[in-house]
């Protein structure tokens, strides 16, 4: 295919995307906040409030069928003031399509459970929760998953430090592993930055 033809294609899609993000907004102005249109993917902005109709009805209407939940996610803007960005991946296999779901939140509130919807995001959304902290309601068992039960914070928030608050190590007197604070004591040193491969003239 030559260059003007993968433009044409393009054009094409993006033409496609524009109509179906109408389409969309026509048939449920109440559920979506902004659509945007970003690398030829289509991403809807939701409130929470809405998010279980919304996935309802892309889910089960024929012109939609997104049948397959592929991912949810999180992302963390530690400078705005709903930080988290929660963002749900799905295809419809019918019709060879993918679309984006967003919802903005924060630490204290909780975003409805699609659980009821796609048995998947059972595990997904305690994914989610345990390294971000995003609470979900109506989970039936939402607990820690990737890390420790004993572990404290979450480890994706931008303000989680990259050595994290304890160490583990094995103790062979005591015959079991221990948990202790990060010490980072260092004796004091002296650095020369002079470079021994500098020329003597």
Request: net charge neutral.
């Amino acid at each position: 295919m030559n260059e003007r033809g993968f433009e044409l294609r393009l054009m094409n899609k993006n033409n496609f995307l524009l109509q179906f993000s109408n389409y969309l907004i026509d048939i449920t102005p109440k559920y979506i906040s902004s659509i945007k249109i970003y690398k030829d993917e289509l991403c809807i902005f939701t409130k929470k409030s809405s998010l279980i109709n919304l996935i309802k009805l892309l889910k089960l209407h024929f012109s939609f069928k997104f049948t397959q939940l592929i991912d949810i996610c999180g992302v963390d803007y530690l400078d705005k003031k709903d930080r988290f960005e929660v963002v749900y991946n799905f295809i419809s296999l019918f019709y060879n399509f993918r679309i984006r779901i967003k919802i903005l939140t924060n630490e204290y509130e909780a975003i409805p459970s699609i659980s009821s919807l796609f048995s998947s995001s059972l595990w997904l959304e305690r994914e989610v929760w345990d390294t971000y902290g995003v609470f979900f309601s109506n989970h039936p068992d939402l607990r820690r998953l990737l890390t420790d039960y004993g572990f404290e914070g979450y480890p994706f928030r931008k303000d989680f430090p990259q050595i994290g608050f304890f160490e583990i190590r094995y103790d062979d007197e005591k015959k079991h592993v221990l948990y202790e604070p990060v010490e980072l004591a260092q004796e004091f040193r002296l650095f020369n930055f002079s470079s021994p491969w500098v020329q003597v003239k």
